[in-house]
């Protein structure tokens, strides 16, 4: 089974960089996404990570370390829209594109 | 642009009905997805296809059934409602194959049972 851990809720200022941890144990893994979800809004598609190390988007990075079973979710120049709830999922091998959802952490970014 | 919709943004229906969740995408995909999710909780799977009249059960399938007769619809039946199935709904779509392939996520339906 999937066991997926991030935290309920982070705050962090305008401008600044804020870091969203997620831990997971699996018995297969093939791949970690990160979504964002704003407030009674779907959520969408932010990252991907399969091997090891750093990926860059923007004002977004997620990395990715396998033996640890440990992402992060990576935020720069935060601005007030990045205020949502950020969902980290992990996809099983063999699981056809499923994935397991932790719980998600809401982040609000305060001026 | 890649599109998934959900018949009812917001829903209202009295315990023992029987009540029907559609989703349709418009992106040619193989799987479709039904989720919900309840605060604290997540996105919890309910249920999920992989090809046309294919079905399998996701992590809490109890309660729910589904229907996929054509490629882009997926249908959510809840046979006779209860107030616990009060939640949001998330339909999502993905390509079949692995890899850098995200799943695509409807706007939700809000149901309340009353």
């Known amino acids: 089974g999937q066991n997926i851990d991030q935290p309920t809720e982070m705050t962090a200022t305008e401008g600044a960089i804020v870091q969203i941890n997620c831990t997971y144990q699996?018995?297969?893994?093939?791949?970690l996404f990160w979504y964002q979800q704003h407030a009674g809004e779907a959520p969408t598609f932010l990252s991907y990570?399969?091997?090891?190390g750093l990926e860059e988007k923007g004002r977004f990075s997620s990395f990715l370390s396998r033996s640890k079973g440990y992402s992060y979710l990576l935020l720069k120049e935060l601005q007030m829209k990045d205020s949502a709830s950020y969902l980290c999922?992990?996809?099983?091998?063999?699981?056809?594109?499923?994935?397991?959802f932790g719980t998600g952490t809401q982040l609000k970014v305060e001026l | 642009d890649v599109k998934v919709t959900q018949s009812s943004r917001y829903l209202v229906k009295r315990t023992g009905e029987k009540v029907f969740l559609e989703c349709v995408q418009d992106?040619?995909?193989?799987?479709m997805f039904w989720y919900r999710q309840d605060p604290g909780l997540g996105l919890r799977l309910i249920y999920f296809?992989?090809?046309?009249?294919?079905?399998e059960k996701g992590d809490i399938p109890e309660g729910y059934s589904v229907s996929r007769e054509k490629k882009e619809r997926f249908s959510l039946i809840l046979e006779s409602a209860s107030t616990n199935q009060t939640s949001m709904y998330l339909c999502?779509?993905?390509?079949?194959?692995?890899?850098?392939?995200?799943?695509?996520f409807g706007p939700g339906t809000r149901l309340t049972v009353l």
């Open positions: 999502a779509s993905s390509l079949r194959r692995e890899g850098y392939n995200e799943q695509f």
């Open positions: 699996t018995s297969g893994f093939n791949g």
């Open positions: 990570n399969v091997l090891d």
């Open positions: 999922a992990v996809r099983p091998h063999g699981g056809g594109n499923k994935l397991t």
């Open positions: 992106m040619d995909h193989e799987n």
């Open positions: 296809s992989y090809d046309v009249k294919m079905k």
